[in-house]
Each structure stands twice: as structure tokens, then as C-alpha cells.
């Protein structure tokens, strides 16, 4: 692995530790059907695991570094954290109806954001064996081994990570060259998939939130690829809102076409 770039490699270096040490307690509770509550009107389900994971990335990152905020899917929201340059947003575990239902799946989710823009990120799968991190200007890593965006091949098709009812309304030209894939229930791992070469791309849906996003982010876009509103704009973190609109994902080479598609229909 290289260096992180700048003042990152600190940083990249406490948030392995803290994602890793996470998976480990998340992984306590794997297959033995933990304890599940329902929270946003009854429609998303957490469990004990995502509570102790939360607790343990929180033991760790706000103990090392007390003047970072904090933005956790399983913390209540602070508002200070508006007032912070840098900040630590978490997803103890992205993917929890999978890891609910036994599925590999899953990944805790760390990333580091300055000046609303991510510059450091990991996603550890620990039920897959799998890691994957970056920091600004380092570059992308799976496993110790550098990973990169794939790059179409004449003659195959993409293969989308995307609705069928959104597939099947692309231009019938574009439409003959796309293949779907089986969903991904963790939304990271879905875009971890597109850095390190697996898929072509995919579609956010509305409503995705910065923890489901911002270690993912980094990772795709020093592997070669970009994640974007339908606009083509990169996203902003540590706002107001934390939830976003309808978002793009791919490599560079893919995305021009792939929004274009979906900016008609």
C-alpha cells in the first residue's frame, strides 16, 4: 500500500483499526439472531449488533481525536458537528437487513470528511474476509492490493447494479448493452464493487445518507470512478440534511453515458 497522502495517513491508519476492531464485535453477534428493533416509522430495522459495532467506533475514534466531529446512523444527530472542519461519519453496519438475515453482505463503514469532501474511507466486510480503504491522493486498496475501476470492453455490456423498472427505460440502444446484476443489499459494498472492478455502475436512490456514502465515495473516486448527483455534481457532505436525491455511480468513462439515460426518462 502507499502512503496517504498529506496529513491522511494518521487518520486512514486509526480508522482501520477502529472499522476492524468493530467488524470484530459485529461478528459476536453474526448468525445468532440478535435482538432487532424498527425505527424510522417502523420501515428499517437495527439490531443489538448495530449498537455495540456504534459503541465501538465510538470508544476509539472520539477518545483519539475529541475535536473531530461525529455522524453516526446510530447516534442522534448533533448539530455542532455543523461547526466542525473534519468529522468522523460512521455506518456500524451498512447492509443490517442482510447481516439480519444471515447474508455475508454487510461492511462497517468509516470515513473521515474535511471541508465536506471525504479523504479518508474504509469498509471492512469481516463475514467476507474483505477490506477495502483510501485516502485522498493514495489511492485505492482491497486486501493490500491496489484496485481500480474497470474499463468497458468493445463488445461487452455494463454490468448496472439498477432497478429493472430503470433499466428498461433506457434508450433501447444503451438498454441492449447493460446487463443487471443480482442486488447487493449494502450499499457501500455496491460501490466498492464498481472500484474495484466487478460492476460497471449503479443507481442511488433517493434518500441514501452520508454514512451510507462517504467512506464508499473515496474509495471509488481514487480507484477511477465518481459518484454523483444526476446533475454530475460530486456530493457535499456534513450538511444540514444528511440525505440526498437520486445519485450515479460508475467509472468515468461510463458515467457520461449512464446519465444521460437516466436524465431522460
Known sequence: MGDAAGSWAEDLDLIRAAASAAGEVAMGFFGKSPEVWYKNENRSPVSAADFAANEKLAQILRAARPNYGWLSEETEDDAARLGCETLFVVDPIDGTRAFIAGLDTWCVSVAVV???????????????????????????????????????????????????????????????????????????????????????????????????????????????????????????YNRETVAHDTLCAASAEVLPHLLANLTRI
Do not use: C
Not at 459494498?189 to 466487478?198: F, N, T, V
Open 114 to 236: 474535511h471541508r465536506a469532501v471525504p479523504v479518508a474511507g474504509v469498509l471492512v466486510a469481516p463475514a467476507l474476509g474483505e477490506d477495502f480503504w483510501a485516502a485522498a491522493g493514495a489511492g485505492a486498496w482491497k486486501n493490500g492490493k491496489a484496485i481500480s475501476v474497470s474499463a468497458p470492453v468493445r463488445g461487452a455490456r455494463l454490468q448496472l447494479a439498477a432497478p429493472e423498472d430503470i433499466v428498461s427505460r433506457f434508450e433501447p440502444g444503451f438498454r441492449a448493452g447493460v446487463e443487471r446484476i443480482r442486488h447487493v443489499p449494502s450499499l457501500a459494498y455496491r460501490l466498492a464493487m464498481i472500484a474495484d472492478g466487478r460492476i460497471d455502475g449503479t443507481l442511488v436512490k433517493k434518500n441514501s445518507h452520508d454514512w451510507d456514502l462517504a467512506a464508499a465515495d473515496i474509495i471509488l473516486a481514487e480507484a477511477g470512478g465518481q459518484l454523483v448527483g444526476l446533475e454530475g455534481r460530486p456530493l457535499a
